[in-house]
C-alpha cells in the first residue's frame, strides 16, 4: 500500500520562474492538502482539495495555486518566485475532506535563487 | 485562527529517559494529532487524538480538550525518538487546514 508520494524531491529555481510540484494521495484517500514549511517552523497551510474543487485557503497569496485530478492526486503551482518561497512543500492526505488522520509525504524541498 | 503552544521547545535526554511534550490551544481546537518529524524530514502521524487516552508501544498522548491541551509520553526512549515533535490542529469542520505549534526539538543522546 504506497503512502503518500511527492515529486520532485529537490528543485531549483530562480526567481520570477515558475514551478509546478506533485503529489499521489495515499490508496482510498480523497482530500489532498498541501503545506509550507519554512527552516525551523511548523508546516503552515496552503490549501485543501476535495471533489477536484479548493475548499479552504491559507493565508497564501494567489500566486500559489492549485489542482486535483480525478485520480485524487493534486498540482501546486507557484508563479512568479520570490526567494522567500524557498522552503519545504509538503503534501497530506486524508479521507471525508480533512476531517481524519493526516498523513504526510517526504516533501519538495525548494530552493529559489 | 487558533494559536497553538509547544513546550518545551527544546529538550535533551539520555536514552532509557522518559519524557512529557506538552501543547496548549488559544481555543477549542478539532483534529488534534501529533507529528514526529525525523532528521530527513517526513512527518508520520504518531496519534489522532481530538479527546481522551491512546497509547501506541513506548509512546501515548492524552487531550483534555475542555481545558484545551494535549500531552504526548514517550518512554523508554530511544535514540531513533530524536526528531521535532508537532501538535496541531483546526477550529473548523476539517476544511481549514491544521495549524501546527513550533514543535518540540527533542534530542536522545546514546
Known amino acids: 500500500d504506497a503512502g503518500v508520494t511527492q515529486s520532485p524531491t529537490h528543485l531549483i529555481k530562480t526567481r520570477g520562474q515558475q514551478v509546478t510540484l506533485r503529489c499521489s494521495p495515499k490508496?482510498?484517500?480523497?482530500?489532498v492538502s498541501w503545506y509550507q514549511q519554512a527552516l525551523g517552523q511548523g508546516p503552515q497551510f496552503i490549501f485543501q482539495?476535495?471533489?477536484?474543487?479548493?475548499?479552504q485557503r491559507g493565508n497564501f497569496p494567489d500566486r500559489f495555486s492549485g489542482h486535483q485530478f480525478p485520480n485524487y492526486s493534486s498540482e501546486l503551482n507557484v508563479n512568479a518566485l520570490l526567494l522567500g518561497d524557498s522552503a519545504l512543500y509538503l503534501c497530506?492526505?486524508?479521507?471525508?475532506?480533512?476531517?481524519?488522520?493526516?498523513?504526510f509525504g517526504s516533501g519538495t524541498q525548494l530552493s529559489v535563487l | 485562527g487558533i494559536q497553538v503552544e509547544q513546550s518545551p521547545p527544546d529538550l535533551i535526554l539520555q536514552e532509557g529517559a522518559n519524557s512529557t511534550l506538552r501543547c496548549n490551544f488559544s481555543?477549542?481546537?478539532?483534529?488534534l494529532q501529533w507529528f514526529h518529524q525525523n532528521p530527513w524530514g517526513q512527518l508520520i502521524n504518531l496519534f489522532y487524538?481530538?479527546?481522551g487516552t491512546k497509547q501506541n508501544g513506548r509512546l501515548s498522548a492524552t487531550t483534555v480538550a475542555t481545558e484545551r491541551y494535549s500531552l504526548l509520553y514517550i518512554s523508554s526512549s530511544q535514540t531513533t525518538d530524536s526528531g521535532v515533535y508537532f501538535c496541531?490542529?483546526?477550529?473548523?469542520?476539517?476544511?481549514?487546514?491544521?495549524?501546527f505549534g513550533k514543535g518540540t526539538h527533542l534530542i536522545i543522546q546514546p
Open positions: 496541531a490542529g483546526d477550529s473548523g469542520g476539517g476544511a481549514d487546514g491544521l495549524t
Open positions: 482539495y476535495y471533489e477536484e474543487e479548493e475548499r
Open positions: 490508496s482510498g484517500h480523497d482530500t
Open positions: 487524538i481530538p479527546s
Open positions: 497530506a492526505s486524508s479521507l471525508l475532506g480533512g476531517k481524519e488522520k493526516l498523513f
Open positions: 481555543d477549542s481546537v478539532n483534529n
